[in-house]
């Protein structure tokens, strides 16, 4: 057989004229020639025009007649006259039309394997035929490489020719690719997409300011029997705490606080949160309660003997105050200007020997620039008796109207600080009450590992999670330290009270070399020290020690009521800001809120089995019904071990009691294990009564039971779940019972579904790993039995700090203005006005207004 001459023609007439891009047709073009030569006779119109089928059509292309070619010949014919030839038809005049493309937003799913090896594949036979082509064509034909303009590469070796299609300083442009990080750390990174915080969140503000919340590297000291604030001896550790689980013993200068030897430089002012666990928990040991509660008991005896001495002392201060002008100086002339300054002198000695212990404290951690509240109601003594000692020396400068004796006002600011020093001590002796009795100890600790946080609140918060869980506890320890932790205003006299000093010092040297010039005499001092005590009574914050013990004697009342302890301001620090709580499902329904009404049993079972069987699976998954089953079988002893326990998420639970599988849940779940003879709903609404739970039990795969349970809201927790619904915090339940569900619990407790998650089952895990037992902790709260004393906990948590925030707002404005009035009389030349009595009655009213706002708040 021969090949047709005109078709042998083209073959060899193409041959001459293939361009690279007839190259991925050759193999096409093998086939059709061999085809051809194995033919014997011509091609017919018929032939020609049912050359298509229906099932060959090629991919983009249709043909515009109606009747279909056979597949094969024709359309590599035209394939070749269009590669061939100088000017290719379109395919308009080939009798072809474009197929419409995909919309560009369809979803194609490609095989990612494949088409890397597919392209491999083409890569390599392209250049190997490129290689075997004549130089001619090569030369005549180049390869053109494609031109992207909105590519983005990946640490591609050729990326550097290519501009980048985004600008140098923003995102605009940017196709979605992501760009890694170079490694030439030197170049200047043009793009890195980020994740953006929300700007109002607690750790965003944290993050920006670093030091959003500054706590003092000091605290209360232990107060020994005799009254005098002691330290512990520190001891040297070799171990440094792991970086990711900081310790609120870490910072410096606390009570029972030992140095850790260091050479890494960690900030003073920097907030830690208090941990229930760490590298050092097993080597704790719980405190010896019975020593506490002795120790705190004489040193309450001890703090109430000073503040019954300190208040006789400022009210006989206050009378001689009065006296000295509503008398018109009848009382000064009667007892002589030196008997009036020796009845000065001795009640602030007096008030010095009996408030000795804070005296020396105080001006020690002045001295130290660690000053706190003890600082601050010390600063005016001092000078308070230079001046009185001035006046029994040169009893003829008090016929002067400059100068004056303010030990009264001085007396008032340590009887202020004494009440602070009082109500701490009540709170410390009540915690250790509370925390003494009987039972099981549960304390409140919060995640620390972010990761298991964002978890457990995905779906629920839109801010960086700040997670609350409650954990049982064998036993806890540094119970004292928490008791005298620092407070807010403490941070504020650290910085205030060394301010006040330096300034009032100044001033007073100041306006002393104005007004009496450079002959220093007895007169130059008596005028200098009743400036100074002038100033630094006036700047005095009376009212700090009072600012956080207020709201915190309030809140550790109410604590105590529900068996809970709010041992310090550490406490309201660690969890003012918590917006998650997890919670067990139980937690939510105490005692009397599940109830069962009724029961029926089913295949001849028997009543005792069938409620031994549930209550021993209800008491191993910890589930809510667990109390209504304890009326039924209070003997915990009678229940039966439970095996290979398995919960299905909203469903029930199930597990395997002396070897016969029982399934305890809803309806639904007993359909999905086949159970048979379920009632039909209307049967089993007659039972239900209508308005009730139903529940049933099946035994070894035959229904055994139906329970009609009744689930009512709890008054105490709508109350407390309405407030946490005001103060946004969200709950994370776990639950077992199937008839728990978002819009269940949203319904009873009025409370918005978007705060709520049940976490499923698969997260059981990590809500118990938060949740778990521990040892012996050193934690800031301990919450009751009593279900969900832990929402009342952080409730008061932040009444607290917004009382302590306002309570340091007046006492910046006391001082402030106090300054400016004593300024104003002193640049004024009013001196005769600015007597100790003005000054009482100032800060008695500012007191009065400070103590009544962080109370009512």
């Known amino acids: 057989m021969r090949t047709p001459p005109p078709l042998q023609g083209r073959l060899v007439s193409g041959s001459f004229r293939a361009s690279a891009a007839t190259i991925i047709f050759g193999e096409s073009l093998l086939k059709f020639s061999q085809e051809c030569i194995m033919a014997d006779h011509k091609f017919t119109l018929e032939e020609i025009l049912n050359e298509y089928s229906a099932d060959g059509k090629r991919s983009g292309i249709r043909h515009t007649s109606e009747q279909?070619?056979?597949?094969?010949?024709?359309?590599?014919?035209?394939?070749?006259?269009?590669?061939?030839?100088?000017?290719?038809?379109?395919?308009?005049?080939?009798?072809?039309?474009?197929?419409?493309?995909?919309?560009?937003?369809?979803?194609?799913?490609?095989?990612?394997?494949?088409?890397?090896?597919?392209?491999?594949?083409?890569?390599?036979?392209?250049?190997?035929?490129?290689?075997?082509?004549?130089?001619?064509?090569?030369?005549?034909?180049?390869?053109?490489?494609?031109?992207?303009?909105?590519?983005?590469?990946?640490?591609?070796?050729?990326?550097?020719?290519?501009?980048?299609?985004?600008?140098?300083?923003?995102?605009?442009?940017?196709?979605?690719?992501?760009?890694?990080?170079?490694?030439?750390?030197?170049?200047?990174?043009?793009?890195?997409?980020?994740?953006?915080?929300?700007?109002?969140?607690?750790?965003?503000?944290?993050?920006?300011?670093?030091?959003?919340?500054?706590?003092?590297?000091?605290?209360?000291?232990?107060?020994?029997?005799?009254?005098e604030f002691q330290r512990a001896e520190p001891v040297g550790t070799d171990e440094e705490?792991?970086?990711?689980?900081?310790?609120?013993?870490?910072?410096?200068?606390?009570?029972?606080?030992?140095?850790?030897?260091?050479?890494?430089?960690?900030?003073?002012?920097?907030?830690?949160?208090?941990?229930?666990?760490?590298?050092?928990?097993?080597?704790?040991?719980?405190?010896?309660?019975?020593?506490?509660?002795?120790?705190?008991?004489?040193?309450?005896?001890?703090?109430?003997?000073?503040?019954?001495?300190?208040?006789?002392?400022?009210?006989?201060?206050?009378?001689?105050?009065?006296?000295?002008?509503?008398?018109?100086?009848?009382?000064?002339?009667?007892?002589?200007?030196?008997?009036?300054?020796?009845?000065?002198?001795?009640?602030?000695?007096?008030?010095?020997?009996?408030m000795f212990p804070t005296v020396k404290n105080g001006l020690w951690n002045l001295l130290r620039f660690h000053a706190d509240s003890d600082s601050m109601a010390v600063l005016p003594l001092v000078p308070a008796l230079l001046g009185a000692v001035c006046v029994v020396i040169s009893p003829d400068v008090l016929a002067m109207d400059t100068v004056h004796l303010y030990v009264p006002c001085a007396l008032l600011a340590l009887f202020c600080n004494i009440i602070g020093r009082l109500l701490m001590v009540r709170r410390a002796l009540r915690n250790v009450n509370v925390i003494s009795r009987e039972g099981q100890k549960r304390v409140l600790s919060y995640v620390s590992q972010e990761e298991t946080a964002e978890l457990l609140t995905r779906g629920v918060l839109h801010d960086i999670p700040i997670v609350t869980a409650v954990r049982k506890a064998d036993g806890l320890c540094d119970i004292l330290r928490y008791s005298y932790s620092t407070d807010m205003a403490d941070g504020l006299c650290r910085t205030m009270t060394p301010i006040c000093g330096i300034v009032t010092l100044l001033i007073a040297v100041g306006m002393t070399l104005i007004r009496m010039g450079t002959a220093v005499g007895m007169p130059w001092i008596s005028f200098l020290c009743s400036m100074l005590a002038l100033l630094q009574t006036a700047s005095c914050c009376t009212a700090s020690a009072l600012v956080v013990n207020l709201p915190l004697e309030r809140e550790s009342r109410r604590a105590a009521a529900s068996n809970s302890a709010m041992l310090g301001y550490q406490s309201v620090d660690d969890f003012f800001d918590t917006n998650a709580l997890l919670v067990e499902a139980n937690d939510l329904f105490p005692k009397g809120s599940v109830q069962i009404e009724g029961m029926k049993v089913f295949s001849g079972a028997k009543v005792d089995d069938v409620l031994l069987d549930a209550a021993s699976l209800v008491?191993?998954?910890?589930?809510?019904?667990?109390?209504?089953?304890?009326?039924?079988?209070?003997?915990?002893?009678?229940?039966?071990?439970?095996?290979?326990?398995?919960?299905?998420?909203?469903?029930?639970?199930?597990?395997?009691?002396?070897?016969?599988?029982?399934?305890?849940?809803?309806?639904?779940?007993?359909?999905?294990?086949?159970?048979?003879?379920?009632?039909?709903?209307?049967?089993?609404?007659?039972?239900?009564?209508?308005?009730?739970?139903?529940?049933?039990?099946?035994?070894?795969?035959?229904?055994?039971?139906?329970?009609?349970?009744?689930?009512?809201?709890?008054?105490?927790?709508?109350?407390?779940?309405?407030?946490?619904?005001?103060?946004?915090?969200?709950?994370?339940?776990?639950?077992?019972?199937?008839?728990?569900?978002?819009?269940?619990?949203?319904?009873?407790?009025?409370?918005?579904?978007?705060?709520?998650?049940?976490?499923?089952?698969?997260?059981?895990?990590?809500?118990?790993?938060?949740?778990?037992?521990?040892?012996?902790?050193?934690?800031?709260?301990?919450?009751?039995?009593?279900?969900?004393?832990?929402?009342?906990?952080?409730?008061?948590?932040?009444?607290?700090?917004?009382?302590?925030?306002?309570?340091?707002?007046?006492?910046?404005?006391?001082?402030?203005?106090?300054?400016?009035?004593?300024?104003?009389?002193?640049?004024?030349?009013?001196?005769?006005?600015?007597?100790?009595?003005?000054?009482?009655?100032?800060?008695?009213?500012?007191t009065v207004v400070t103590a009544l706002a962080v109370r009512l708040r």
């Not at 980048?164 to 890195?192: C, F, I, N, W």
């Not at 529940?695 to 779940?721: C, E, N, W």
């Not at 949740?771 to 932040?798: H, K, Q």
Request: charged share 25%.
């Open 619 to 846: 008491h191993h998954g910890d589930s809510m019904l667990q109390g209504a089953f304890a009326e039924m079988i209070p003997d915990v002893g009678t229940l039966l071990p439970v095996d290979e326990f398995v919960c299905e998420d909203g469903q029930g639970f199930c597990g395997w009691i002396a070897n016969q599988r029982v399934l305890f849940g809803s309806r639904e779940m007993m359909a999905n294990h086949n159970i048979e003879g379920l009632p039909t709903k209307t049967r089993e609404a007659e039972l239900a009564e209508g308005n009730g739970d139903v529940l049933y039990l099946s035994v070894s795969g035959m229904l055994a039971a139906l329970f009609s349970i009744r689930i009512t809201a709890d008054p105490h927790v709508k109350r407390q779940m309405q407030a946490l619904r005001q103060e946004r915090v969200a709950l994370i339940l776990r639950s077992v019972d199937c008839s728990v569900s978002l819009r269940r619990l949203s319904a009873l407790f009025d409370f918005p579904e978007s705060y709520l998650k049940i976490i499923p089952t698969s997260m059981h895990h990590l809500f118990q790993r938060e949740t778990g037992g521990l040892g012996c902790v050193s934690a800031s709260m301990t919450v009751g039995d009593s279900g969900f004393g832990a929402g009342a906990l952080l409730l008061g948590a932040r009444r607290v700090r917004r009382a302590a925030v306002i309570g340091v707002i007046l006492l910046v404005v006391a001082g402030l203005l106090g300054l400016s009035l004593a300024m104003i009389h002193v640049v004024t030349g009013a001196y005769e006005k600015m007597t100790a009595y003005f000054f009482l009655i100032y800060h008695v009213i500012l």
């Open 241 to 354: 705490p792991p970086v990711s689980r900081r310790h609120w013993e870490e910072e410096q200068d606390y009570y029972y606080q030992g140095s850790q030897q260091t050479s890494r430089f960690r900030p003073v002012r920097q907030r830690v949160r208090s941990h229930t666990f760490g590298a050092d928990a097993e080597k704790r040991q719980p405190d010896n309660l019975e020593l506490v509660k002795k120790t705190l008991e004489n040193l309450r005896n001890v703090v109430f003997f000073r503040f019954i001495a300190v208040l006789v002392l400022t009210v006989a201060g206050a009378v001689l105050a009065c006296t000295e002008v509503l008398g018109n100086g009848a009382f000064t002339a009667l007892v002589t200007p030196r008997g009036y300054g020796i009845i000065q002198l001795a009640l602030g000695l007096l008030g010095l020997g009996v």
């Open 68 to 227: 279909p070619l056979s597949r094969g010949t024709l359309e590599t014919e035209k394939l070749v006259n269009a590669a061939t030839s100088e000017r290719p038809l379109s395919r308009e005049r080939a009798g072809y039309d474009t197929v419409a493309p995909p919309p560009e937003n369809a979803e194609e799913l490609v095989d990612i394997k494949s088409t890397i090896s597919h392209i491999k594949a083409s890569k390599a036979a392209q250049a190997a035929q490129e290689a075997d082509a004549a130089p001619v064509l090569r030369e005549r034909f180049p390869t053109q490489h494609l031109r992207r303009e909105n590519v983005s590469f990946v640490n591609a070796a050729g990326a550097g020719r290519y501009q980048a299609s985004y600008t140098e300083t923003g995102d605009s442009g940017y196709d979605g690719a992501v760009k890694l990080m170079e490694e030439d750390t030197a170049a200047p990174q043009r793009h890195r997409p980020n994740v953006r915080q929300m700007e109002d969140s607690t750790r965003a503000r944290e993050k920006k300011k670093k030091r959003r919340r500054n706590v003092p590297d000091s605290a209360y000291l232990k107060e020994s029997v005799t009254g």
